[in-house]
T-cell receptor, first 118, second 109 residues
């Protein structure tokens, strides 16, 4: 199946710093990528939909100035958590629609990035 | 509002069969998905149903009844590695995925 790579897998940072997470589709072009956040023992929560070449669409309650999303190419989307605080500590996961596009709805997920803000 | 319901936790025995149910109420319907998620890892795609009936894929099968707003994931010949959370998700009329909270499946020897 299609492969999505996410980096870094784990990151620890100090409060107030910014962290960038990369999501790459390795063997297909992904016009649409999704960013999720998952707190312990909870389900995935969609943060934003990232479309190549256009501004991301954020879900209600997600601060677009705090969670900067850039989808500059068909294989790369980045999420930058700006001025991170301990409450931003979470598991962040990206996914991309598969090569067959949105018809099947099949999503391929990155490995996830565990962010710990001290 | 939109709602996906699935049991929080289930326990089954290695080698047995287990059925995880999912009921949903959404704004429109464009398919139902099942994902498997091991602790600390990202979810992996298991199945997609858009028409009524049973889809079989190896040890895993998924069933859908659109009129009842109901689906189940059936796991046969359970193995210890099947211990994971199983997430039910529905794509609504806007092609947004609505996620259930997941069912934690515990397999005992």
């Amino acid at each position: 199946g299609a492969v999505v790579s996410q980096h870094p897998s784990r990151v620890i940072c100090k409060s107030g710093t910014s962290v960038k997470i990369e999501c790459r589709s390795l063997d297909f072009q992904a016009t649409t990528m999704f960013w999720y956040r998952q707190f312990p023992k909870q389900s995935l929560m969609l943060m934003a939909t990232s479309n190549e070449g256009s501004k991301a669409t954020y879900e209600q309650g997600v601060e677009k100035d705090k969670f900067l999303i850039n989808h500059a190419s068909l294989t790369l989307s980045t999420l930058t958590v700006t001025s991170a605080h301990p409450e931003d500590s979470s598991f962040y996961i990206c996914s991309a629609q598969g090569p067959r596009g949105g018809d099947t709805g099949e999503l391929f997920f990155g490995e996830g990035s565990r962010l710990t803000v001290l | 509002g939109q709602n996906i319901d699935q049991p929080t936790e289930m326990t089954a025995t290695e080698g047995a069969i287990v059925q995880i149910n999912c009921t949903y109420q959404t704004s429109g319907f464009n398919g139902l998905f099942w994902y498997q998620q091991h602790a600390g890892e990202a979810p992996t795609f298991l199945s997609y149903n858009v028409l009524d009936g049973l889809e079989e894929k190896g040890r895993f099968s998924s069933f859908l009844s659109r009129s009842k707003g109901y689906s189940y994931l059936l796991l046969k010949e359970l193995q210890m590695k099947d211990s994971a959370s199983y997430l039910c998700a529905v794509m609504d009329s806007n092609y947004q995925l609505i996620w259930g909270a997941g069912t934690k499946l515990i397999i005992k020897p």
